[in-house]
């Protein structure tokens, strides 16, 4: 079975400062990982996505995240925090058996707050 | 990127009527579009899988007779929330993939008063 579990339901930073968003996955196959962000009443944006290439992956706004086989770890991070970051932010597992499309799991998301 | 698009963005009706909400891929064909539910401050929730040409798929727990899913074209697919009630008052997203991405409308606001 497939699983995300996204550590913090809220982090909150200051404006210049790292962010880091903390995510697990739990896959019976070797699985695609994406990061999505929600501005609110918004749709999904995509950020980045790891799909079995380069463990390190670079997204747009800045953002990046490190797949862990390991760890089963895909957290979020970027250097220094905008206060337009401040949204939703969804940590998302498709297996890749799914074929020709991807039915996708979504952990439960963390909201970041931005602070001047 | 490929471009989903959702309509309407929000929607106010009345208890007892029906509302329809449409997806359509603009610059892609998508056999497959998902539809999701969103409650306030919650993630989303996997409603449906659309099927073109084909009976929609629905996850557990969710009344297909209450939300109708109709996959007409490669283009669009609708979902209508039939005899609304305000508990069906949410966040509706539709989602198409252009395989390995997935690409998400802007969502639809629908209140039932």
């Known amino acids: 079975a497939q699983s995300v579990t996204q550590l913090d339901s809220h982090v909150s930073v200051s404006e210049g400062t790292p962010v880091l968003l903390r995510c697990n996955y739990s896959s019976s196959y070797s699985p695609s990982l994406f990061w999505y962000v929600q501005h609110p009443n918004k749709g999904l944006q995509l950020l980045l996505k790891y799909t079995s290439a380069a463990t390190l992956v670079k997204g747009i706004n800045g953002f990046e995240a490190e797949f862990k086989k390991s760890e089963t770890s895909f957290h979020l991070t970027k250097p220094s925090a905008h206060m337009s970051d401040a949204a939703e932010y969804f940590c998302v597992v498709s297996p890749s058996f799914s074929g020709g499309y991807n039915k996708l799991i979504f952990g439960a998301g963390t909201r970041l707050a931005v602070h001047p | 990127g490929a471009v989903v698009s959702q309509h309407p963005s929000w929607v106010i009706c009345k208890s007892g009527t029906s509302v329809k909400i449409e997806c359509r891929s603009l610059?892609?064909?998508?056999?497959?579009m998902f539809w999701y539910r969103q409650f306030p401050k919650q993630s989303l929730m996997l409603m449906a899988t659309s099927n073109e040409g084909s009976k929609a798929t629905y996850e557990q727990g969710v009344e297909k007779d209450k939300f109708l899913i109709n996959h007409a074209s490669l283009t669009l697919s609708t979902l209508t929330v039939t005899s609304a009630h305000p508990e069906d008052s949410s966040f509706y997203i539709c989602s198409a993939t252009l395989v390995p991405e997935a690409f998400f409308g802007q969502g639809t606001r629908l209140t039932v008063v």
């Open positions: 610059d892609f064909q998508a056999t497959t």
